[in-house]
């Protein structure tokens, strides 16, 4: 492509948007018909303007090559954008060469893992696994790539070797890592003990640290630091690593998304990191690689998929990604079981009779998605639906429970129904806990809900439960006790607080699921906790999930099934697919919903 002086006269001109998520094009008058044409060729429906349009990044790029149709040489090219269309171009090459040869033990153009340590210079002193320096030797074939292996399975210094091979050749000196805070701990003490020199590594404060080698900034304020990180990304040869990478699932749709597309560009080279880079399906693997291969990524991943055949489109897509799964790491089995549980009577009437609230038939998905959050807290306790006096009041269960007035109103009942009845879902809690404590066992308890949580503290009262969630103050000192006194012999927590980051294998193994939403990742996370690299091969690690029969329950079972069934296949990963299809157990945000858990919602709430 050539870079038109800005003096001669232009006939067609491309250049970023401010946010670096659109290209601009502008033509002359000459020309009009004709960039009508090219436009349509590209992106129909995306002109702005007789002679000018914007056109997302990834269908600028999915449609580069009707560039080649317009019939006039004097075109001018944004250099950042020009060199982002020769990097992708390169890149959708080797990634073609690589898919053509999936079937060869070693690609064109890639590296054996024996000759990994060798890239990584003398700066290096990590140590390695035989699946990290295989999955290094994967990544180290594309100049861009996804790593989808397992928690446990090292992926940081995974990432960290990447980049020191980089370092290496001087094709980056500089490393910026976007991940959840909760991840923070785990870079700081890889790049130090990875390297003879400790990497200079610094957490992102009000500006980037010029000086930093490795910059860390989690994913909740990458929106407002997208110009300082865009200059500290340019100022130096540079990696982007995401960590947790489905955080930016929604692509150029969502704030994570789209400030994360915007810095890509400046990289010379792109990494993600996830175990769950498809929750939902196909679309948040598309978002995924889209980052790491604009333009090319999501076609990719559409072609695989459209035919429906998941074996086939492992088998596509399996060469652009490297994954370390469970049984490589050769962990011990973990035995996961659905115990069902009957809605007492007055739950039971109170349950229906909310199903039947018209409000929750409203027809947006916002609306659908409070309802499907009154309905999974009213499968637990419809008490928990009438506001307390703060947002943490416990439930007030009455012991011995209290005679039900024939004669009360529905709302009557809701209100007071802790003096009648004990959610069995609580009371199957205790059952459990009670147990495992009596075997010196102490147990992980999820549940979605704030009042839930303290609901199950004062339940739990006796097992001197720790306690984390979103308006804890003291995160770590309640995590230290229930790994180091004896007596804490339960933690209660929710996964969108403590599902990542975190690491109980060695103090806990087993975990209790009061209830689940749709989030299928946040379900995995949530269950890696205490099924890490590291366990001995004798442990006996145990998950149960309650669910209330005839309840909301049942939806999100039959949808999380489906999403891990896909999220298996895609993946190659039988212990994934598993995990989808719990055994039933004898009795001794919007949640994540997508299209497919809508249309499950609302032919429960119509009672079809």
């Not at 659905?338 to 909310?354: N, Q, S, T």
Request: hydrophobic content about 40%; proline content about 6%; aromatic content about 6%.
């Amino acid at each position: 492509m050539t870079l038109v002086p800005e003096s001669a006269e232009i006939s067609l001109q491309l250049s970023f948007d401010v946010t670096r998520t659109r290209v601009v094009l502008r033509s002359s008058g000459a020309f009009r018909d004709e960039f009508a044409r090219l436009v349509g060729l590209i992106s129909a429906g995306d002109q702005t303007g007789p002679l000018t349009a914007e056109i997302g990044l990834d269908d600028f790029l999915a449609g580069v090559g009707e560039l080649a149709t317009w019939p006039d040489q004097r075109v001018q090219w944004d250099e950042a954008l020009a060199n982002l269309v020769t990097d992708v171009l390169d890149d959708a090459d080797t990634a073609q060469e690589r898919l053509s040869h999936a079937e060869l033990a070693l690609a064109p153009g890639g590296i054996a893992p024996g000759e990994v340590d060798t890239r990584l210079g003398g700066a290096w002193v990590g140590e390695l696994t035989s699946f990290q320096r295989r999955d290094i030797a994967s990544l180290l074939a594309l100049r861009h790539g996804a790593n989808f292996s397992v928690p446990g399975a090292g992926k940081t210094r995974v990432a960290l070797a990447v980049f020191a091979a980089m370092r290496e050749l001087g094709e980056a000196h500089r490393l910026l890592v976007i991940g959840p805070k909760s991840a923070y701990e785990a870079w700081e003490s890889e790049s130090s003990v990875c390297f003879k020199e400790p990497l200079r590594t610094s957490i992102m404060g009000s500006s980037p640290d010029v000086a930093a080698e490795v910059l860390i900034v989690n994913y909740e304020r990458l929106g407002r630091a997208v110009p300082g990180l865009s200059a500290w990304l340019r100022a130096s040869p540079a990696m982007v690593v995401l960590d947790e990478a489905h955080r930016m699932k929604l692509g150029a749709s969502g704030a994570y998304g789209s400030a994360c597309l915007a810095l890509g560009p400046l990289a010379n080279r792109r990494l993600i990191l996830t175990g769950t880079p498809a929750p939902n399906g196909a679309r948040d693997l598309e978002s995924l690689l889209s980052f790491v291969w604009p333009g090319h990524g999501k076609r990719v991943v559409a072609d695989a998929v459209g035919g429906g055949d998941l074996a086939y489109a492992s088998s596509v897509l399996r060469p652009l990604f490297t994954r370390t799964t469970k049984g490589e790491l050769g962990l011990p089995p973990v035995t996961t079981r659905i115990r069902y549980v009957d809605l007492p009577p007055l739950h039971r009437e109170i349950y229906e009779a909310l199903k039947g609230n018209p409000s929750a038939r409203a027809g947006d998905l916002e609306a659908l998605g409070k309802a499907m959050l009154r309905m999974l807290m009213a499968a637990t306790s419809p008490a928990l639906l009438v506001e307390g006096t703060t947002r943490y009041e416990p439930l007030a269960y009455q012991v011995p429970a209290l005679e039900a007035a024939p004669n009360d109103s529905l709302g009557t009942l809701l209100a007071n129904l802790p003096r009648y009845e004990l959610s069995p879902k609580y009371e199957e809690a205790v059952r459990i806990v009670a147990e495992n404590a009596g075997q010196k066992r102490k147990t992980l308890v999820w549940t979605t809900f704030v009042r839930s949580i303290t609901t199950l503290e004062r339940l739990l009262a006796p097992f001197q439960p720790a306690v984390v969630h979103g308006g804890t103050p003291n995160r770590d000192e309640q995590i230290t006790r229930f790994r180091e006194d004896p007596n804490c012999l339960v933690l209660i927590s929710n996964p969108a607080t403590l599902g990542e980051g975190i690491s109980l294998h060695h103090e806990c193994h087993d975990a209790l699921f009061v209830d689940r939403d749709f989030m299928a990742g946040r379900f995995l996370q949530s269950l890696d906790r205490i099924h890490r690299l590291g366990l001995p091969p004798e442990t006996e690690t145990r998950v149960t999930v309650l669910a209330a029969r005839g309840t909301v329950d049942e939806v999100v079972a039959y949808r999380l099934e489906e999403k891990l069934e896909f999220m298996g296949s895609i993946l190659d990963d039988p212990a994934v697919r598993q995990l989808g299809d719990l055994q039933e157990e004898a009795d001794p945000g919007v949640g994540g919903m997508d299209a497919a858990d809508v249309r499950a919602l609302l032919a429960h709430l119509n009672g079809t």
